[in-house]
């Protein structure tokens, strides 16, 4: 909205300092401080609300240190982080562009998922919240609504990295074609040409591939959403790790926007060139202002949850936001954290099903999951699993920080994975 009312002042009136508005620079910076600004002063009012609603959180007693000490604390505190994003957006990015719309899209829809899914837990006293089926079918919507979007929309387009070779086959230098066209590549880590095609897969499809290609890409796109934002809901369970994980997240996706956005960036890291996409730079500022700010109150010890109003909207943002940019390939890497606290529950769940179905009694390989819980519980607490150790109890607040830590590690590693062929 001031971008356009600014460049109105810059171009008819000759305003002085309206044009600071056509860098993104700037209108990234103030998205950001914004978002905070925004994120801690509506914060403690929410709480307020919160509070005197009586929406906390119920808790069961998993014999984890300090879990009772948070019966009643404040949830659905995502609403936070969703209005810290959405008016800086909405402020300093400009909205006419197809890929802010894809994201201002994905916030209020899985917002809106995770809101319905809080208040069945919270008013409605159903533990189990939003059937899994109606979760699916919003993330599969989503998934299809982004997928089709990137396919039909004309202003969805990139221009390719082209590696220029001496006579040894090694590369010289490496150009941004000049014409801008649809494409179904994508970028891949660790591999010398390194933009994959979904064209591949339907290879085998004669004269449908194109439309093969398009099915199979619309149909990644809701694995990845359903995924990743299924991820940052399991990871949500400490003080501060969905919130600090998804901000250090953002800022590699932000760097990782802003690089394919400036074609000679670009051509530096062999990455495709993507028109437009300099404006995700705004989103992604906003995405960190507003997570940073929700960890004023979410830190350890917590004064609010984010609650799966916060963390399906963060986990979709995320895989959305890679997907837009084409770096979907590197969410395993990037999310890793995400990726480990659903893998380990989903080993945990499979081996204790074989386990039981084999010796009548089922076996557990951690203590406990998702994967976080597993260092909360000591090992001599009679818990028979195959992985016992730590023998103590990691507190909470270095527990998450470590986790952060491991987090730092790998947004520098998937951008380092650019130059690594």
């Keep these: 909205m001031l971008y356009d009312l600014f460049a109105y002042l810059d171009k008819i009136l000759d305003f002085p300092g309206a044009g600071v508005f056509k860098y993104i620079s700037f209108r990234s910076g103030m998205a950001l401080v914004f978002a905070f600004f925004i994120s801690t002063t509506i914060g403690k009012v929410i709480i307020s609300k919160l509070q005197r609603m009586q929406i906390g959180e119920t808790v069961r007693n998993l014999g984890l ?18 209005v810290a994003i959405l008016i800086p957006v909405l402020l300093f990015a400009r909205i006419n562009n197809i890929y802010i719309i894809i994201m201002l899209i994905t916030t209020v829809w899985l917002g809106a998922l995770g809101f ?27 998934g299809l609504i982004v997928g089709m979007t990137l396919y039909l929309s004309p202003e969805a387009v990139i221009s390719e990295n082209m ?73 949500d369970g400490l003080d501060g790790l969905a919130a600090g994980s998804s901000a250090i997240i953002g800022i590699a996706l932000g760097i990782l926007a802003y690089m394919s956005s ?17 404006e995700l730079v705004i989103f992604a500022a906003a995405f960190i202002g507003a997570t940073v700010g929700f960890l004023w109150y979410n830190a350890y010890p917590a004064q609010v949850f984010m609650g799966d109003t ?31 606290e659903s ?32 260092f909360q519980k000591s090992g001599s ?23 952060w830590l491991i987090g730092i590690i790998l947004a520098v590693i998937t951008i380092v994975t650019l130059k690594i062929r």
């Design 65 to 82: 240190e300090g879990q009772i000490s948070k019966k009643g604390t404040p949830t659905m505190g995502g609403i936070i982080i969703i």
């Design 116 to 142: 319905a899914d809080d208040y069945i837990k919270v008013f409605k006293k159903d533990k189990k919240g939003l059937h899994g089926k109606f979760k699916i079918v919003a993330q599969t919507g989503l």
């Design 163 to 235: 590696e220029i070779v001496n006579s040894q086959n090694v590369v010289k230098e490496v150009r941004i074609h000049p014409l801008e066209t649809k494409s179904t590549k994508t970028t891949i880590p660790f591999i010398k040409n390194n933009n994959f095609d979904y064209a591949w897969l339907a290879s085998w499809a004669g004269d449908f591939k194109e439309e093969m290609t398009w099915l199979f890409f619309v149909l990644i796109v809701i694995f990845i959403v359903t995924a990743v934002s299924n991820g940052a809901n399991l990871t």
């Design 262 to 278: 400036h074609i000679r960036f670009a051509a530096f890291l062999n990455i495709m060139f993507l028109p437009g996409s300099e």
């Design 310 to 340: 916060g963390s399906l909207t963060l986990g979709g943002i995320i895989a959305v936001f890679a997907i837009v940019i084409r770096k979907e390939l590197m969410i395993p890497i990037l999310c890793g954290i995400f990726l480990v």
């Design 343 to 374: 893998l380990s529950v989903l080993l945990q769940v499979t081996y204790f099903k074989i386990t039981k179905k084999k010796n009548g009694e089922g076996h557990r390989i951690f203590k406990m999951t998702p994967l976080h819980h597993h």
């Design 381 to 403: 607490a009679g818990i028979k699993a195959l992985i016992q150790k730590p023998l103590n109890v990691i507190p909470e607040s270095k527990l998450v920080l470590r986790f």
